[in-house]
């Protein structure tokens, strides 16, 4: 190790990581899944499972030893969010209960003070989470939905976004990075364009915060989401981060206990952020599984990782020239290890059937991003995408298991 960060040894992250040493129908897993949820090193399943044995009660109400104990632990986790992301202060960041509802409560504080004909601008690759609370204040405030397009590779056309970005424009909410092509927009000059326009921010960092290092405050986002468990952490939690100011301008999103100041029979006044936001019993274990996620992945070498994944990607890139009658979409030069494709006459979920039954979990369907399919001109896709853990072998096995799964659906 070297000033806190292990050298990248793929067979010793491997190791630390239980589930990877299972097999599924008879073969060695390869888990190839990982856009839509990683796996968990046993550094998360020892933090939560010790906080339940060992030191478990609800978190900031009691005086006890336990509550304390439990307390320190949760806040240190938005402690450890906030230095992941580079926030200016741990106020700024809210646990939810997901990235979805974290978007979900933005979108809920700004629609209610939306005019109609007030506009917001997305791209055409967001993720439904990214779209259908948008258009809940497209139906019930009467908000104007604005899309920018791609280039033919699937990178975000600057010049779409530039032209779908007026005085109007309130909201501007952009991926950080696809979770069907990949790409990895601009999205610090997008927040620049935004914001010379009067508009805000909102950037789904739910593919980025595991494939790259984070920096809020660079990017200019008035808020950021991400989910904790693509991160190597737990479900059932979300991270919302939001420049202090923007989060003390928005209202509650839900009411209940800890969320309050004072509460009398005629009149009820509002916690600080971020507590406003956190209505009720808070996830804890899973903010304490989050902290460790996150530890876990800052003792990693993030570059030499990323570098990792994207041999793999390159790898099962050209293994795939070989297939007949394969479409690969998604192929911008600024992208990570995501890799999506069509196999002429082939449905994707024969595809991803077949390739199971050799070991290897892909994802097969619209990936939550229907407008996107509607662009590419399909109903749905296959998907590999790779983690920190994930080996060349295993790529080669993937090649394997879909040849033959072409030569099985010719």
């Not at 949760?74 to 960041?93: D, G, H, P």
């Not at 990235?99 to 993720?127: F, K, Q, Y």
Request: net charge negative.
């Amino acid at each position: 190790m070297a000033g806190g960060v292990m050298s990248f040894d793929v067979n010793a992250i491997r190791a630390q990581f239980p589930i990877l040493m299972r097999e599924v129908h008879g073969k060695p897993l390869v888990y190839f899944d990982n856009a839509a949820s990683a796996q968990k090193p046993q550094k998360v399943i020892d933090a939560m499972a010790g906080a339940m044995r060992h030191s478990y009660a609800n978190v900031h109400r009691g005086v006890h030893t336990l509550a304390n104990e439990t307390t320190e632990a949760y806040e240190k986790a938005r402690r450890t969010v906030q230095a992941f992301l580079n926030a200016a202060k741990t106020e700024e960041i809210v646990f939810t209960k997901s990235a979805t509802a974290g978007i979900n409560l933005v979108a809920a504080g700004i629609g209610r003070r939306l005019e109609p004909g007030d506009e917001i601008v997305l791209s055409i690759m967001e993720h439904h989470a990214n779209i259908v609370p948008w258009h809940l204040l497209r139906e019930r405030h009467g908000a104007v939905l604005k899309w920018a397009g791609l280039t033919d590779d699937g990178s975000l056309d600057m010049e779409s976004l530039e032209a779908a970005i007026g005085p109007k424009t309130k909201v501007l909410a952009l991926t950080h990075m696809s979770n069907v092509l990949g790409t990895i927009p601009d999205v610090k000059r997008a927040a620049e364009l935004a914001h010379a326009a009067g508009a805000e921010v909102l950037i789904d960092g739910c593919q980025s915060a595991a494939n790259m290092t984070v920096d809020v405050r660079t990017i200019d986002a008035d808020y950021y989401v991400f989910a904790p468990h693509k991160t190597y952490g737990p479900t059932g939690i979300g991270v919302l981060y939001g420049k202090y100011d923007k989060l003390d301008a928005l209202p509650p999103f839900e009411g209940g206990g800890e969320m309050i100041e004072t509460v009398t029979l005629d009149n009820v006044t509002y916690n600080d952020p971020p507590h406003r936001f956190e209505a009720g019993t808070p996830p804890i274990l899973e903010a304490i599984g989050l902290g460790a996620a996150l530890e876990w992945l800052n003792g990693v070498d993030r570059e030499a990782g990323h570098a990792h994944k994207m041999a793999l990607y390159h790898r099962a890139l050209e293994g795939l020239r070989g297939v007949n009658g394969l479409t690969v979409h998604g192929t911008s030069p600024d992208k990570g290890p995501v890799l999506t494709f069509s196999l002429e006459g082939a449905h994707p979920h024969d595809i991803a059937q077949i390739l199971d039954r050799h070991g290897v979990a892909i994802r097969a369907g619209h990936h939550c991003a229907q407008p996107l399919m509607t662009h590419l001109g399909v109903t749905a896709t296959a998907r590999a995408s790779f983690a920190l853990y994930n080996t060349a072998e295993e790529v080669d096995s993937f090649i394997e298991a879909l040849n033959r799964a072409r030569t099985m659906l010719a």
